[in-house]
């Protein structure tokens, strides 16, 4: 049997995340262990895949010009949106050879009807070069939701929040690429030696301009890497690297890490403690807790104990009072799109304000374990303020035990301070302010 190129295993992924509404990254996973592909190839695939979902409203919307009505199996629809992704948004694929391949796979999978349709609709649009200004009819709003692919309501939701201006940054910005980020871990090495060990491999690799902790390259394998291995650095990207510097802990402390895999945070705090104190780092999975203790096996960290649990029983396990607690609580992750494409089909209003209400209750589960005078650090990765400054808000409101901490800016470097006003307590990394995840952190203070 002859072997599948990239287009045709690309294409059974999206067919398999259409047809079973499964998340891409764990089919791509799948079908990338499965398949033996030079690393160029298994780069395309992955890029035609997300590329392909992320793209979709506008790919739809374009295709509806030349099949609005008729009836196209699943299959069919996404070989075409594949196709048309590859003409309008990849550069260094001719365009024959788009149709080309497309048509023969439609031979090889159909018949030569469905062949002659998927040519014919890829030529007319070839030949429409007018085909991607217009795409959206209706307000501005409709018109950025096509031009963008976000999902209307999402898009709405947005503007009235940020305003059309930044709405359209942060979209822009979920559609790029995200990049390979690194944390270096400072247990064994500093950013500058690692830096220049990683230079021959990734001649392109930078310092973050986010954390002191962070490094930025351009593709790669980087958890593939013997460094890697070695445990001198951790995959994280930038935006999350701020949340374990915004709890000020020091060497010595307890600190509760109540939703912690798969440890990438922990990890980080146990490098800013110096390997003293204790972390307890809590997970409902078992499995999640086996990653979190084989991160930090990795990393030559012994300062954690990881545990299962559900953070909302944390209170019943005895555990005593904590000096520091993060809760990077479970979110729609709409500040990971670009890495989750999948997320912003797949999610309602309804599924926000649900969110929010299990993101309070998890607050105020675990901030019953925080000792007086202690830091709790609430973080999310999603840019919505229903579920990020309003729980905030509403549980100091209704405890008045806890107050914000303006002191927060004090902790977080002042590149980030510059662009984000942390005075307040909070901050909001939106995707297009450091080309990073959109995060959310915010820091409460438990009165003494």
Same mark, same amino acid.
């Given at each position: ?6 287009? #045709?295993? %690309? &294409? *059974?992924?999206?067919? $398999?995340?259409?047809?079973? !509404? ?5 089919? +791509? ?30 790919? #739809?919307? %374009? &295709? *509806?010009?030349?099949? $609005?009505?008729?009836?196209? !199996? ?5 070989? +075409? ?368």
């Amino acid at each position: 049997m002859a072997k599948k190129g990239a287009r #045709d295993i %690309a &294409l *059974d992924v999206l067919n $398999r995340v259409e047809e079973h !509404q499964s998340y891409s990254n764990l089919e +791509l996973k799948h079908v990338l262990d499965r398949e033996e592909l030079r690393a160029p190839d298994a780069g395309l695939v992955t890029e035609l895949v997300y590329g392909t979902i992320q793209r979709r409203l506008t790919l #739809d919307a %374009a &295709l *509806d010009r030349f099949i $609005r009505g008729k009836k196209v !199996q699943t299959w069919v629809k996404n070989l +075409l949106r594949l196709s048309l992704y590859q003409i309008r948004f990849l550069d260094r694929i001719p365009d024959r050879a788009v149709v080309h391949e497309a048509v023969e796979i439609a031979k090889r999978r159909g018949h030569q009807g469905i062949a002659s349709m998927v040519n014919g609709v890829l030529r007319n649009a070839l030949r429409s070069p007018d085909l991607w200004d217009k795409l959206g009819s209706g307000d501005a709003v409709e018109r950025l939701s096509v031009e963008q692919s976000h999902p209307e309501w999402l898009v709405r939701r947005w503007t009235a929040q940020y305003g059309i201006e930044a709405t359209r940054l942060i979209c822009e910005s979920n559609n790029r690429p995200p990049r390979t980020s690194i944390r270096v871990n400072t247990l064994k090495t500093t950013r500058d030696e690692l830096l220049g060990k990683l230079k021959q491999q990734f001649p392109q690799a930078v310092p973050s301009a986010v954390s002191p902790d962070g490094l930025v390259m351009e593709g790669g394998h980087a958890a593939g890497m013997e460094l890697f291995r070695q445990g001198y650095f951790t995959v994280q990207d930038e935006s999350s690297m701020l949340v374990a510097p915004s709890l000020a802990v020091a060497p010595g402390m307890r600190v509760l890490d109540a939703c912690a895999a798969p440890g990438g945070k922990t990890t980080h705090i146990a490098a800013l403690m110096k390997n003293e104190g204790e972390i307890i780092a809590s997970d409902v999975h078992p499995h999640k807790r086996d990653l979190i203790a084989q991160n930090a096996k990795r990393l030559g960290i012994t300062m954690i104990e990881p545990i299962v649990s559900d953070a909302l029983a944390l209170g019943e396990k005895k555990l005593g009072l904590f000096d520091r607690i993060l809760l990077d609580a479970p979110c729609t992750g709409f500040g990971v799109i670009r890495r989750k494409p999948d997320l912003k089909w797949n999610k309602t209003p309804d599924d926000v304000k649900a969110i929010a209400e299990l993101q309070y209750r998890l607050l105020q589960s675990v901030a019953e374990l925080l000792a007086p005078g202690g830091l709790l650090v609430y973080s999310t990765c999603t840019i919505e303020p229903e579920e990020n400054e309003m729980v905030v808000r509403r549980f100091v409101q209704n405890h008045p035990a806890f107050e914000l901490d303006g002191t927060l800016a004090d902790d977080l470097p002042k590149s980030v301070c510059d662009k984000i006003n942390a005075a307040k307590g909070f901050v909001q990394v939106l995707p297009h302010h450091f080309e990073s995840d959109g995060f959310f952190i915010a820091r409460l203070k438990r009165k003494a």
